[in-house]
Structures are given as structure tokens and as C-alpha cells.
């Protein structure tokens, strides 16, 4: 895939992108900053961007902005979002929309260049891939809502795996259960959120987030 980095780390962003080359991937640009990374998509849009949340010039959400305008400028680029930090606000409205082709994944928490790897190519085949504590986060700030307080504990561990974007068939091995029990949970859980009628694949993830925002 053709990729556009941005991260501030000098390191950690030459380290990316050194890994990227030796995986075949060709790594258009890399880039410090929000604006910068714009730009680049702009100049010589590539397959996906993998951004770094907070960078500068104040450190807080340039990176998650910055996606949010590729996503709205480009919907074909696809956007993994990689950082230290769980932004609520614009990390609800990067997957409370078309959720296809968008990742977040938390540094401390990619135990495996595999890992990383494995994500980076979900997300560029149109899939999604966030990791389960960014999920929970964001759970936790509407914890609240009524429409989720419905669903059973086991149909919300499936919910929340959904939302990573397993498919049913790596639910049922990851839970120990049947394939066709964990087709009844999702149908469980669209129902009760009012989502049986919807098509595509964002409704597995749109289950757990649409009440976010």
C-alpha cells in the first residue's frame, strides 16, 4: 500500500516507516504535524494514513482534526489512527461515521509488530481495527445511554468485539462458543439498538458507537 505517515517522534516516525518499507509498503511522506500531513494527502493522496493524535503546535488533537478532514476531503483514503491518547470528542466522530477503512490503536498497547501489521492491513482492505480499550473509553463516557443498558453482558462482549472489527466466525473462537450462538447475539443486539433493517458493514460497528456522539 501506498502510505503517509505523521507523527512528531522523529524516531518513532522514521522507525514506522523504515518497518513499512521492509513489509513493501511505499511510504509517500512523513510528516510532523496535522497540517502538514493535509498537505501531503492533498499533494499526492495515498491508500492510508497512519497519524499520531496529538502533535503539534499545542499537542492536543492536531492528528485526530487533521484525520477528520481527510476522512471528509478524501473518503477513499483510508485513516489508522495510532497514539498513546483516547481523544473522546473527535475519536467519537471518527467512528460514529462511515466506519470502512478507519482504525485506532493505542502505542502502549500493541504488543506485536504483527499486531500493528495486521491492522494496518484491515483497515486498508476497508475493514476496521480498534483496540478494545479505546472502545471501553468511549463506552464509559455514555455509560448512560439507554438503548445500550438494554443489552445483556454477553451480548455487549460481543458487541464490544464487533466493534473491533471481528467477524462472527473469530468471535466464537475468542468466546469459546458456537458460530450460530454468536450470529443470535449480533441479531440480539441489532434488534435491541434498532439496526436490524440497516445494511452494510457499518452497522457491527455503528451498533456499539452511534450513541456516542
Do not use: C
Request: net charge negative.
Amino acid at each position: 500500500m501506498r502510505v503517509t505517515l505523521a507523527e512528531d517522534s522523529t524516531l518513532l516516525r522514521e522507525g514506522l516507516a523504515r518497518l513499512l518499507a521492509e513489509e513493501g509498503h511505499d511510504v509517500v511522506a512523513a510528516v510532523g504535524d496535522g497540517d502538514a500531513l493535509v498537505e501531503a494527502v492533498a499533494a499526492d493522496q495515498p491508500d492510508i494514513v497512519v497519524v499520531d493524535v496529538r502533535m503539534p503546535p499545542t499537542h492536543t488533537d492536531e492528528g485526530l482534526r487533521a484525520a477528520l478532514e481527510i476522512r471528509r476531503r478524501w473518503p477513499s483514503v483510508r485513516v489508522l489512527v495510532l497514539s498513546q491518547y483516547v481523544e473522546k470528542k473527535y475519536a467519537t466522530e471518527l467512528m460514529t461515521g462511515d466506519v470502512a477503512g478507519v482504525g485506532y490503536l493505542l502505542k502502549d498497547r500493541v504488543a506485536q509488530v504483527a499486531d500493528f501489521l495486521d491492522a494496518l492491513e484491515r483497515v486498508g482492505a476497508g475493514g476496521a481495527a480498534f483496540d478494545p480499550e479505546v472502545v471501553r473509553q468511549l463506552l464509559a463516557r455514555t455509560a448512560q445511554a439507554d438503548p445500550l443498558a438494554r443489552l445483556t453482558p454477553r451480548e455487549r462482549e460481543v458487541l464490544e468485539h464487533m466493534a473491533q472489527g471481528y467477524t462472527n466466525a473469530s468471535i466464537a473462537e475468542a468466546l469459546f462458543v458456537s458460530q450460530s450462538a454468536v450470529e443470535k447475539h449480533v441479531n440480539a443486539v441489532f434488534d435491541k439498538l434498532g439496526l436490524s433493517h440497516t445494511t452494510g458493514y457499518s452497522r457491527r460497528v455503528l451498533a456499539v458507537l452511534r450513541f456516542l456522539s
